[in-house]
Protein backbone atom coordinates (compact mmCIF):
# COMPACT_ATOMS: atom_id res chain seq x y z
CA UNK A 1 0.00 0.00 0.00
CA UNK A 2 1.49 3.38 -1.14
CA UNK A 3 1.61 5.94 1.50
CA UNK A 4 2.58 9.43 1.86
CA UNK A 5 2.36 11.77 4.78
CA UNK A 6 -0.31 14.65 4.25
CA UNK A 7 1.61 17.69 2.61
CA UNK A 8 3.04 19.59 5.46
CA UNK A 9 2.59 23.13 4.04
CA UNK A 10 -0.19 24.96 5.12
CA UNK A 11 -2.32 26.09 2.39
CA UNK A 12 -3.82 29.78 2.60
CA UNK A 13 -6.55 30.75 0.51
CA UNK A 14 -4.32 32.87 -1.75
CA UNK A 15 -0.64 34.44 -1.38
CA UNK A 16 0.44 37.66 -2.84
CA UNK A 17 2.52 37.92 -5.80
CA UNK A 18 4.12 40.95 -6.60
CA UNK A 19 1.15 43.73 -6.09
CA UNK A 20 -1.29 41.23 -7.81
CA UNK A 21 -3.28 38.17 -5.63
CA UNK A 22 -2.56 34.62 -6.80
CA UNK A 23 -5.56 32.96 -7.52
CA UNK A 24 -5.05 29.76 -5.84
CA UNK A 25 -7.90 26.94 -6.40
CA UNK A 26 -7.93 23.72 -3.80
CA UNK A 27 -10.16 20.49 -5.28
CA UNK A 28 -10.38 16.97 -3.63
CA UNK A 29 -12.67 14.13 -4.59
CA UNK A 30 -13.12 10.36 -5.13
CA UNK A 31 -11.17 8.33 -7.95
CA UNK A 32 -9.45 4.86 -8.36
CA UNK A 33 -10.79 3.57 -4.97
CA UNK A 34 -9.11 6.22 -3.25
CA UNK A 35 -9.21 9.95 -2.87
CA UNK A 36 -7.40 13.15 -4.92
CA UNK A 37 -6.14 16.49 -4.07
CA UNK A 38 -5.47 19.08 -6.26
CA UNK A 39 -4.04 22.30 -5.17
CA UNK A 40 -3.44 25.22 -7.82
CA UNK A 41 -1.07 28.35 -7.68
CA UNK A 42 -1.25 31.39 -9.85
CA UNK A 43 -4.77 30.23 -11.61
CA UNK A 44 -5.51 32.33 -14.38
CA UNK A 45 -8.55 34.65 -14.26
CA UNK A 46 -10.88 33.08 -17.01
CA UNK A 47 -10.19 29.59 -15.13
CA UNK A 48 -13.42 29.22 -12.59
CA UNK A 49 -13.13 26.49 -9.96
CA UNK A 50 -16.40 24.79 -10.92
CA UNK A 51 -14.53 24.68 -14.82
CA UNK A 52 -11.22 23.11 -13.12
CA UNK A 53 -13.21 20.79 -11.10
CA UNK A 54 -14.98 19.75 -14.30
CA UNK A 55 -11.75 19.37 -16.10
CA UNK A 56 -10.14 17.58 -13.20
CA UNK A 57 -12.98 15.10 -12.90
CA UNK A 58 -13.27 14.24 -16.94
CA UNK A 59 -9.38 13.46 -16.94
CA UNK A 60 -10.02 10.74 -14.15
CA UNK A 61 -13.20 9.57 -15.68
CA UNK A 62 -11.22 8.58 -19.22
CA UNK A 63 -8.66 7.11 -17.40
CA UNK A 64 -10.54 4.98 -15.30
CA UNK A 65 -12.55 4.43 -18.35
CA UNK A 66 -9.69 2.70 -19.91
CA UNK A 67 -7.26 1.25 -17.36
CA UNK A 68 -9.85 -0.09 -14.24
CA UNK A 69 -10.03 -3.18 -13.13
CA UNK A 70 -13.00 -2.78 -11.36
CA UNK A 71 -15.10 -1.03 -14.44
CA UNK A 72 -16.61 -3.25 -16.23
CA UNK A 73 -16.38 -1.81 -19.76
CA UNK A 74 -12.77 -0.14 -19.33
CA UNK A 75 -10.32 -1.01 -22.34
CA UNK A 76 -8.26 -3.19 -19.49
CA UNK A 77 -11.47 -5.14 -18.20
CA UNK A 78 -12.69 -6.11 -22.01
CA UNK A 79 -9.17 -7.49 -22.51
CA UNK A 80 -9.06 -8.98 -19.64
CA UNK A 81 -12.35 -11.07 -19.97
CA UNK A 82 -11.50 -11.49 -23.65
CA UNK A 83 -10.64 -15.15 -25.05
CA UNK A 84 -9.05 -13.82 -27.75
CA UNK A 85 -5.13 -14.19 -28.21
CA UNK A 86 -4.93 -12.42 -31.29
CA UNK A 87 -3.67 -8.75 -30.93
CA UNK A 88 -6.34 -6.29 -30.20
CA UNK A 89 -5.92 -2.45 -30.90
CA UNK A 90 -6.10 -0.44 -27.61
CA UNK A 91 -5.97 3.41 -26.58
CA UNK A 92 -2.49 5.67 -27.16
CA UNK A 93 -2.74 6.25 -23.30
CA UNK A 94 -2.74 2.12 -22.78
CA UNK A 95 -0.09 1.78 -25.02
CA UNK A 96 1.93 4.60 -22.92
CA UNK A 97 1.12 3.12 -19.78
CA UNK A 98 2.05 -0.50 -20.94
CA UNK A 99 5.06 0.60 -22.86
CA UNK A 100 6.30 2.18 -19.30
CA UNK A 101 5.28 -1.04 -17.32
CA UNK A 102 7.27 -3.30 -19.75
CA UNK A 103 10.69 -1.18 -19.25
CA UNK A 104 10.83 -1.54 -15.45
CA UNK A 105 10.06 -5.07 -15.87
CA UNK A 106 13.03 -5.44 -17.80
CA UNK A 107 15.23 -3.55 -14.97
CA UNK A 108 13.82 -4.61 -12.17
CA UNK A 109 14.79 -8.12 -12.72
CA UNK A 110 10.81 -9.26 -13.53
CA UNK A 111 9.75 -8.03 -10.24
CA UNK A 112 7.39 -5.61 -11.41
CA UNK A 113 4.39 -7.28 -13.67
CA UNK A 114 0.91 -6.20 -14.48
CA UNK A 115 -0.16 -9.67 -15.07
CA UNK A 116 0.01 -10.92 -11.35
CA UNK A 117 -3.86 -11.17 -11.00
CA UNK A 118 -4.34 -14.95 -10.39
CA UNK A 119 -1.44 -14.72 -7.17
CA UNK A 120 -3.06 -11.56 -6.29
CA UNK A 121 -6.50 -13.64 -5.57
CA UNK A 122 -4.57 -17.16 -4.59
CA UNK A 123 -3.21 -14.90 -1.33
CA UNK A 124 -6.39 -13.02 -0.14
CA UNK A 125 -6.00 -9.71 -1.43
CA UNK A 126 -8.83 -10.42 -3.80
CA UNK A 127 -12.00 -12.54 -4.04
CA UNK A 128 -10.05 -15.01 -1.96
CA UNK A 129 -11.05 -14.32 1.96
CA UNK A 130 -8.01 -14.04 3.93
CA UNK A 131 -8.76 -16.42 6.59
CA UNK A 132 -8.76 -19.21 4.03
CA UNK A 133 -5.73 -21.50 4.26
CA UNK A 134 -2.28 -20.51 2.59
CA UNK A 135 -2.20 -21.76 -0.85
CA UNK A 136 -0.34 -25.14 -1.59
CA UNK A 137 2.89 -25.04 -3.67
CA UNK A 138 0.14 -26.84 -6.14
CA UNK A 139 -1.67 -23.74 -6.45
CA UNK A 140 0.69 -20.93 -6.51
CA UNK A 141 2.47 -23.04 -9.63
CA UNK A 142 -0.52 -23.33 -11.18
CA UNK A 143 -1.20 -19.64 -10.95
CA UNK A 144 2.54 -18.85 -11.95
CA UNK A 145 1.43 -20.37 -15.20
CA UNK A 146 -0.21 -16.81 -15.97
CA UNK A 147 2.24 -14.97 -14.60
CA UNK A 148 5.38 -12.96 -16.05
CA UNK A 149 4.54 -9.77 -18.63
CA UNK A 150 7.11 -10.60 -20.60
CA UNK A 151 6.06 -13.85 -22.18
CA UNK A 152 2.36 -13.82 -21.64
CA UNK A 153 1.79 -10.29 -23.24
CA UNK A 154 2.76 -9.06 -26.60
CA UNK A 155 2.78 -5.09 -26.91
CA UNK A 156 2.92 -3.56 -30.53
CA UNK A 157 3.57 0.28 -29.83
CA UNK A 158 3.49 1.17 -33.86
CA UNK A 159 0.39 -0.64 -34.25
CA UNK A 160 -1.13 0.56 -30.67
CA UNK A 161 -2.23 -3.89 -30.07
CA UNK A 162 -1.78 -6.29 -27.57
CA UNK A 163 -1.72 -9.68 -27.09
CA UNK A 164 -1.83 -12.73 -24.92
CA UNK A 165 -0.49 -15.98 -24.97
CA UNK A 166 -3.41 -17.70 -23.30
CA UNK A 167 -7.52 -16.60 -22.51
CA UNK A 168 -6.64 -16.59 -18.23
CA UNK A 169 -3.99 -14.24 -18.62
CA UNK A 170 -4.96 -10.62 -17.83
CA UNK A 171 -3.57 -7.11 -16.66
CA UNK A 172 -3.67 -4.90 -13.91
CA UNK A 173 -2.09 -1.80 -13.84
CA UNK A 174 -3.04 -0.54 -10.16
CA UNK A 175 0.82 -0.13 -9.73
CA UNK A 176 0.89 2.22 -12.22
CA UNK A 177 -2.16 3.52 -13.55
CA UNK A 178 -2.66 5.80 -10.42
CA UNK A 179 0.13 7.38 -11.52
CA UNK A 180 -0.29 8.20 -14.84
CA UNK A 181 -3.93 9.70 -13.86
CA UNK A 182 -1.55 12.26 -11.77
CA UNK A 183 0.32 13.23 -15.05
CA UNK A 184 -3.01 13.20 -16.92
CA UNK A 185 -4.08 15.80 -14.30
CA UNK A 186 -1.13 17.45 -14.12
CA UNK A 187 -0.89 17.61 -18.21
CA UNK A 188 -4.13 19.52 -17.86
CA UNK A 189 -3.57 21.75 -15.30
CA UNK A 190 -0.24 23.06 -17.70
CA UNK A 191 -2.55 23.35 -20.78
CA UNK A 192 -4.85 25.72 -18.19
CA UNK A 193 -1.84 27.76 -18.09
CA UNK A 194 -1.27 26.44 -14.61
CA UNK A 195 1.93 26.43 -13.64
CA UNK A 196 2.30 25.74 -10.03
CA UNK A 197 0.45 22.79 -8.53
CA UNK A 198 0.22 19.75 -7.38
CA UNK A 199 -2.04 16.76 -7.91
CA UNK A 200 -2.11 13.77 -5.30
CA UNK A 201 -3.94 10.57 -5.72
CA UNK A 202 -3.66 8.10 -3.04
CA UNK A 203 -0.92 9.29 -1.71
CA UNK A 204 1.28 9.46 -4.50
CA UNK A 205 1.75 12.66 -6.38
CA UNK A 206 2.89 15.20 -8.81
CA UNK A 207 4.50 18.84 -8.01
CA UNK A 208 5.81 21.73 -10.18
CA UNK A 209 6.86 25.27 -9.29
CA UNK A 210 6.08 26.67 -5.99
CA UNK A 211 3.41 26.80 -3.33
CA UNK A 212 1.73 29.57 -2.50
CA UNK A 213 4.40 30.60 -0.01
CA UNK A 214 6.50 30.57 -2.77
CA UNK A 215 8.41 27.96 -1.82
CA UNK A 216 8.87 24.30 -3.57
CA UNK A 217 6.51 21.63 -2.22
CA UNK A 218 7.32 19.76 1.22
CA UNK A 219 5.91 16.23 1.49
CA UNK A 220 6.50 14.11 4.50
CA UNK A 221 7.42 10.55 3.94
CA UNK A 222 5.64 8.05 6.89
CA UNK A 223 7.59 6.64 9.47
CA UNK A 224 6.38 2.72 8.60
CA UNK A 225 4.39 2.30 12.03
CA UNK A 226 0.73 0.17 11.70
CA UNK A 227 -1.36 2.73 13.00
CA UNK A 228 0.47 6.20 13.59
CA UNK A 229 1.40 8.93 11.57
CA UNK A 230 4.86 9.91 12.19
CA UNK A 231 7.18 11.80 9.57
CA UNK A 232 10.00 10.21 9.05
CA UNK A 233 11.73 12.25 6.26
CA UNK A 234 10.85 15.64 4.92
CA UNK A 235 11.40 16.22 1.31
CA UNK A 236 11.31 18.92 -1.66
CA UNK A 237 9.54 18.41 -4.49
CA UNK A 238 10.05 20.95 -8.06
CA UNK A 239 8.53 19.32 -10.74
CA UNK A 240 8.92 15.52 -9.99
CA UNK A 241 7.10 12.52 -9.16
CA UNK A 242 6.34 10.96 -5.50
CA UNK A 243 5.59 7.94 -5.07
CA UNK A 244 5.65 5.90 -2.10
CA UNK A 245 4.87 1.91 -1.32
CA UNK A 246 5.14 -0.06 2.45
CA UNK A 247 3.90 -3.29 3.33
CA UNK A 248 3.34 -2.31 7.12
CA UNK A 249 -0.74 -1.75 6.77
CA UNK A 250 -1.88 -4.20 4.49
CA UNK A 251 -1.26 -8.04 5.11
CA UNK A 252 -3.39 -11.14 5.94
CA UNK A 253 -2.45 -13.60 9.22
CA UNK A 254 -2.91 -17.28 9.26
CA UNK A 255 -1.59 -19.16 11.98
CA UNK A 256 0.28 -16.31 13.34
CA UNK A 257 2.43 -15.82 10.44
CA UNK A 258 2.15 -12.48 8.40
CA UNK A 259 1.96 -12.07 5.11
CA UNK A 260 2.59 -9.20 3.03
CA UNK A 261 0.12 -8.08 0.33
CA UNK A 262 3.33 -6.98 -1.48
CA UNK A 263 3.99 -10.34 -3.64
CA UNK A 264 7.28 -11.28 -5.27
CA UNK A 265 6.15 -12.52 -9.68
CA UNK A 266 8.86 -14.74 -9.57
CA UNK A 267 8.22 -16.40 -6.63
CA UNK A 268 4.63 -16.13 -6.54
CA UNK A 269 4.74 -15.86 -2.75
CA UNK A 270 4.69 -12.65 -0.40
CA UNK A 271 8.27 -10.64 -0.30
CA UNK A 272 9.63 -11.77 3.47
CA UNK A 273 12.96 -9.41 3.43
CA UNK A 274 13.26 -6.40 6.09
CA UNK A 275 12.30 -4.08 3.66
CA UNK A 276 9.16 -2.13 4.50
CA UNK A 277 8.78 1.27 2.68
CA UNK A 278 10.37 2.85 -0.32
CA UNK A 279 10.09 6.16 -1.68
CA UNK A 280 10.85 7.09 -5.06
CA UNK A 281 11.19 10.37 -6.71
CA UNK A 282 11.15 10.29 -10.55
CA UNK A 283 10.17 12.66 -13.56
CA UNK A 284 6.76 11.57 -13.65
CA UNK A 285 4.04 10.08 -10.81
CA UNK A 286 3.51 7.06 -13.37
CA UNK A 287 7.46 6.24 -13.25
CA UNK A 288 7.76 6.90 -9.14
CA UNK A 289 4.33 5.06 -9.06
CA UNK A 290 5.80 1.81 -10.27
CA UNK A 291 9.30 2.05 -9.44
CA UNK A 292 8.17 2.23 -5.73
CA UNK A 293 6.03 -0.49 -6.00
CA UNK A 294 9.15 -2.71 -8.03
CA UNK A 295 11.79 -1.81 -5.52
CA UNK A 296 10.07 -2.85 -2.81
CA UNK A 297 9.38 -6.16 -3.95
CA UNK A 298 13.14 -6.44 -4.49
CA UNK A 299 14.14 -5.19 -1.46
CA UNK A 300 17.02 -2.39 -0.25
CA UNK A 301 19.74 -4.38 -1.04
CA UNK A 302 19.56 -5.54 -4.73
CA UNK A 303 17.10 -2.42 -5.58
CA UNK A 304 20.08 -0.73 -4.67
CA UNK A 305 22.05 -1.80 -7.13
CA UNK A 306 19.69 -1.22 -9.85
CA UNK A 307 18.62 2.31 -8.31
CA UNK A 308 22.65 3.17 -8.83
CA UNK A 309 23.04 1.46 -12.38
CA UNK A 310 19.75 3.51 -13.43
CA UNK A 311 20.36 6.64 -11.15
CA UNK A 312 16.84 6.40 -9.74
CA UNK A 313 15.92 8.73 -6.75
CA UNK A 314 14.83 5.77 -3.91
CA UNK A 315 14.88 5.73 -0.24
CA UNK A 316 14.63 2.73 2.06
CA UNK A 317 13.43 1.75 4.93
CA UNK A 318 14.12 -1.65 6.63
CA UNK A 319 13.22 -3.15 10.10
CA UNK A 320 16.28 -3.55 12.23
CA UNK A 321 17.53 -7.00 12.85
CA UNK A 322 16.81 -8.93 16.22
CA UNK A 323 18.89 -6.85 18.94
CA UNK A 324 19.33 -4.17 16.54
CA UNK A 325 19.85 -0.83 18.30
CA UNK A 326 17.04 1.30 15.86
CA UNK A 327 14.44 -0.43 14.56
CA UNK A 328 14.08 0.89 11.35
CA UNK A 329 17.19 1.61 8.87
CA UNK A 330 17.64 3.55 6.30
CA UNK A 331 19.62 4.13 3.07
CA UNK A 332 19.33 6.06 -0.21
CA UNK A 333 20.39 6.16 -3.64
CA UNK A 334 23.03 8.86 -4.82
CA UNK A 335 20.21 10.04 -7.22
CA UNK A 336 18.12 10.60 -3.67
CA UNK A 337 20.61 12.22 -1.84
CA UNK A 338 21.97 14.31 -4.69
CA UNK A 339 17.87 15.57 -4.90
CA UNK A 340 18.36 16.07 -1.26
CA UNK A 341 21.51 18.30 -1.55
CA UNK A 342 20.28 20.31 -4.18
CA UNK A 343 17.38 21.64 -1.62
Known sequence: ????????????LSACMGEEEAKVLKLSGKTMGTTYNVVAVGVPGDVSEEALSADVESVLADVNSKM?????????????VSTETAPVTISGDFVTV???ANQVHDLSDGKFDVTLGP????????PRKPEDPVPSDGDITAALAFVGQKDRLTLDEEGSTISKSAAEVGINLSAIAKGFGIDAVAGKLKALGIENYMVEIGGDLVAAGENEKGEDWKIGIEKPEPGEKVVELVVEIEDRGLATSGDYRNFVEHEGVRYSHII??????PITHRTTSVSVIAESAMMADAWATAMLVLGSERGLEIAEANNIAVYF?????????NPYVTVASSAFDALMKDK
Open 68 to 80: SNWDKKSEVTLFN
Open 317 to 325: ISRGGNGAE
Open 98 to 100: MSA
Open 119 to 126: LIELWGFG
Open 264 to 269: DPTTGR
Open 1 to 12: MKKVLALLAAFA
